[in-house]
């Protein structure tokens, strides 16, 4: 059983990797265009430690923020449109519109806003983060058992008792999904606000090597935003296993 868990923890998948990547480059003579080796990446990425440091606490710091408010914003909107059908058929298709629309075109409208500062990397992340969350809010509280409402209504429970005891624990499940993809999503938008103009960040120094054609540095960056993105899924994962072990019906 434990020879199992080892073998399947991410910690053996991660370094499964990285030893077929030492082994296959050399092996196969793969150029370092296509696919540099390991030991060049991780030489370029110690060389460049304390930028790689500061730019993955500001890219960390934009997604958290954007994240965090986005999420808010999708929870109460999911709540409204569940529970006010007029707000749902007015306001709900305005949002699935605006996720068509690319983030590039929506990034150059926040920078014109508020120019190359935090507050724009932060707007992108928010807009990346809000429609999952609001849309699995609103999915896992329409999600409710009618049967269940009417028996705690038979039983004088107020609409308050009734949203806290029933309707949330049911849609918690859902909504931890969406703050899943949100997170992702809103790490992938930080990033790319910080292809607009910036000094600081992991999309800043990506888009340098990018320029410089530094293909070494550029798969260093790859894995640290790996690395981000896995921690930020990691901790809500964690979470939904600590508070939410329960899962609708």
């Given at each position: 059983m434990k020879l199992r868990v080892v073998a399947s923890s991410p910690l053996t998948a991660v370094l499964i990797t990285m030893g077929i990547w030492l082994v296959v480059v050399p092996m196969f003579r793969i150029e370092p265009r296509y696919l540099p080796a390991l030991p060049d990446v991780l030489a370029d990425g110690v060389s460049i430690w304390p930028d790689l440091a500061a730019g993955f606490a500001r890219t960390l710091l934009e997604t958290l923020i954007g994240f965090m408010l986005g999420a808010a914003l999708g929870i109460i909107f999911g709540i409204v449109f569940a529970y006010v059908r007029i707000a749902?058929?007015?306001?709900?298709?305005i949002f699935v519109a605006l996720q068509t629309v690319p983030v590039i075109a929506f990034g150059a409208i926040v920078v014109i806003w508020f120019g190359n500062t935090i507050l724009s990397k932060i707007a992108i992340a928010?807009?990346?983060?809000?429609?999952?969350?609001?849309?699995?809010?609103?999915?896992?509280?329409?999600?409710?058992?009618p049967q269940r409402t009417a028996l705690m209504r038979s039983f004088g429970a107020t609409k308050t008792q009734q949203f806290l005891k029933l309707a949330l624990p049911t849609?918690?499940?859902?909504?931890?999904?969406?703050?899943?993809?949100?997170?992702?999503?809103g790490?992938?938008?930080?990033?790319?606000?910080?292809?607009?103009?910036?000094?600081?960040?992991?999309g800043v120094m990506l888009l340098q090597s990018l320029y410089f054609e530094q293909v070494p540095?550029?798969?260093?960056?790859?894995?640290?935003?790996?690395?981000?993105?896995t921690a930020l899924y990691g901790a809500l994962a964690l979470l939904e296993r600590k508070f939410i072990w329960w899962r609708p019906e």
């Open positions: 749902e058929r007015a306001f709900f298709p928010l807009y990346l983060s809000f429609f999952p969350v609001a849309v699995n809010t609103l999915r896992g509280l329409q999600s409710v058992d849609a918690l499940p859902t909504i931890m999904v969406g703050l899943k993809l949100g997170v992702s999503l790490l992938a938008g930080a990033i790319v606000g910080e292809w607009f103009g910036d000094t600081v960040g992991l540095r550029m798969w260093v960056l790859i894995i640290a935003s790996g690395v981000l993105g």
